[in-house]
């Protein structure tokens, strides 16, 4: 009776595990497209902040295949706890490379008054992304809970960080094309930047609660 009921439990976690490998190729794939577009059209309109934002997706990208290979290691106790550290440490250096980069592009840009173009397909892309990212996050906060899963866990507070990215982008973007406000736009990429390193930190050290309370 017992050996029946462990393969049912087998049974539930492994398609919790492949919901969790769709939500990860379905991040791989809409931040592959977010990115590019962010930053070609960053680049045109010298948008320091969509730049910034197209370089968060390719972080984004790299999280969800590390996370794929993570839920690949799933059902082996001992491949799964070393893919849960370093994924955690790859999802934090990453983040601490994109807070640098964004931070001094703003600084400069500040320094140097570098007026960016209006960029209304900027403003459609984060807005779309305000939209898909919250809905996306919870889908993935709740399959770390059900495997109990840090790096899982860590992945759906980097999709989560996406969307306050997303409205920062937006309000930076929307003023400069409204009202003309230049400085709007690195200005929203500085604020960007504490949040970004922040969250890298605490990946790097392993600093990742679980829902249930749990501190790894």
């Known amino acids: 009776m017992n050996q029946i009921a462990g393969r049912l439990l087998d ?32 680049a045109l309109a010298g948008s320091i902040a969509l730049v910034g934002f197209g370089f968060d ?28 550290a370093s994924s955690l440490r790859v999802v934090g250096v990453c983040f601490l490379v994109l807070a640098i980069y964004v931070g001094y592009e703003a600084v400069v ?3 140097q008054r570098e007026l960016p173009e209006r ?15 919250p809905l996306l996050a919870r889908a993935k906060r709740k399959v770390a809970r059900d495997i109990n899963s840090a ?22 973007l929307a003023l400069n094309a409204l009202v003309g406000w230049w400085w709007a736009d690195p200005v929203a990429a500085l604020l960007m930047t504490p949040i970004i390193f922040g969250e890298g930190y605490k990946a790097l050290r392993g600093e990742r609660c679980c829902e249930q309370g749990t501190c790894h």
């Open 109 to 111: 840009s500040l320094w």
């Open 11 to 42: 049974s539930e976690r492994a398609g919790i595990v492949a919901r969790g490998q769709r939500l990860e190729l379905f991040t791989i794939v809409y931040n592959s497209l977010e990115g590019l577009i962010a930053v070609g059209f960053g």
């Open 151 to 172: 790096a899982m866990t860590a992945d759906a507070k980097q999709t989560e960080l996406c969307t306050y990215l997303s409205a920062i982008l937006l309000g930076g």
């Open 57 to 84: 997706s390719v972080i984004e990208v790299t999280s969800g295949a590390v996370l794929l290979w993570r839920l690949r290691a799933e059902m082996d106790e001992r491949r799964r706890e070393r893919a849960e």
């Open 119 to 133: 960029s209304v397909p900027g403003i459609v892309l984060a807005a779309v992304s305000l939209v898909v990212m």
